[in-house]
């Protein structure tokens, strides 16, 4: 295993594997930083996307070999600490997920479906995304980055097994 990267200064929330690592701040606590672990099926976990959401909290995307698809844990609080888990929702999609939270506080999910090689956007209706609504946005893109404008309406550069590096604008909120 690598060793954690260095603490920072600050307040930084960082992730490494499935693990959630809080940066503290120095002055309100002993140790330099804290681990909280999220998920612990031993290999099953691949590509993880962290975000804070709309209050703060972090929260972590990820494929789940065993699913077969993108996992989205929610904490319910500033560490992630044990029970501090709000949600965890299992979404359409697969590997290299990207994540946001719009301006109602819902996620926003890119990634890449491994069964027929489509890029996919997944909005949760809801904060706790107990439900979720999936858009195919092109039959080709791995890697992928997605931001949201202030209009909530998706922007993904995404590459493409043709060796090409593709930009998506979407000119509203499913992309539609």
């Not at 140790?31 to 993880?48: K, M």
């Not at 980055?145 to 593709?166: E, I, K, W």
Request: charged share 10%; glycine share 8%.
């Amino acid at each position: 295993l690598f060793p954690p990267p260095p603490p920072m200064a600050g307040r930084v929330c960082c992730a490494w594997a499935i693990t959630a690592m809080m940066c503290l701040v120095p002055a309100l606590a002993s140790a330099p930083f804290r681990i909280e672990t999220l998920g612990n099926s031993g290999n099953n976990y691949d590509r993880v996307a962290l975000r804070l959401n709309g209050q703060g909290f972090p929260a972590v995307a990820f494929y789940d070999y065993t699913l077969g698809r993108v996992k989205l844990v929610q904490c319910a609080d500033d560490v992630c600490s044990s029970g501090g888990q709000a949600a965890t929702a299992v979404l359409p999609g697969g590997r290299y997920p990207a994540l946001q939270f719009d301006t109602q506080g819902r996620a926003v999910v890119t990634s890449f479906l491994t069964s027929n090689y489509s890029l996919v956007l997944t909005r949760c209706a809801d904060a706790a995304c107990s439900s979720s609504t999936t858009q195919l946005l092109s039959t080709q893109g791995t890697y992928n980055s997605l931001q949201l404008t202030a209009q909530d309406h998706p922007r993904v550069a995404y590459y493409t097994g043709s060796q090409n590096l593709n930009y998506l604008v979407c000119n509203d909120a499913l992309c539609s």
